[in-house]
């Protein structure tokens, strides 16, 4: 018996206002706690690199990052859910370093929800190291907060 493998060509493009609509559809569909269409909006006019990862004109995932002195904060990495669990993360997370090493940093960050122990494996496997802890970081259900861990990764 012959296992067929579904081949997906896909690539990288800039995020531009022109895209939100779409990227809120898999942001709402990815996180009980979405990015708002303002906070993308604000982090594109900050001139933020925020890249989509698409297939044709099938949206894959996307992430956006804001480039400090000798560092790269990942403010915001999604794959969409219909094509998680492919390794689309990690292509996503290679091309940050790549571009973050073109920029001249040597160390990338992030934070992650506390709950979000997939995310963390995938950080963790990849080779984020955790380095701290910030509490009540992000909006939970209830007017609660949760707490945010803290990696980083050195390029």
């Not at 940093?105 to 995938?122: C, D, I, S």
Request: charged residues 20%; glycine residues 10%; without cysteine.
């Amino acid at each position: 018996m012959s296992a067929v493998f579904k081949t997906i060509e896909a690539g990288f493009e800039p995020m531009t206002e022109h895209h939100l609509d779409e990227v809120l559809v898999a942001e709402r569909a990815a996180y009980a706690h979405p990015w708002t269409r303002g906070n993308f909006s604000d982090s594109l006019r900050s001139g933020y690199h925020a890249q989509l990862l698409v297939a044709g004109e099938t949206l894959i995932g996307y992430y956006v990052a804001m480039k400090g002195v000798d560092e790269v904060h990942l403010l915001n990495i999604t794959v969409a859910p219909q094509f998680q669990g492919q390794g689309w993360g990690r292509v996503m997370l290679d091309a940050l370093g790549l571009w973050s090493r073109s920029q001249g940093a040597q160390w990338l960050w992030l934070e992650v929800r506390v709950g979000n122990t997939r995310a963390q494996k995938v950080y963790e496997h990849y080779g984020y190291r955790r380095v701290g802890e910030r509490r009540n970081y992000y909006p939970a259900g209830g007017g609660k907060r949760e707490d945010a861990i803290v990696m980083s990764y050195k390029l």
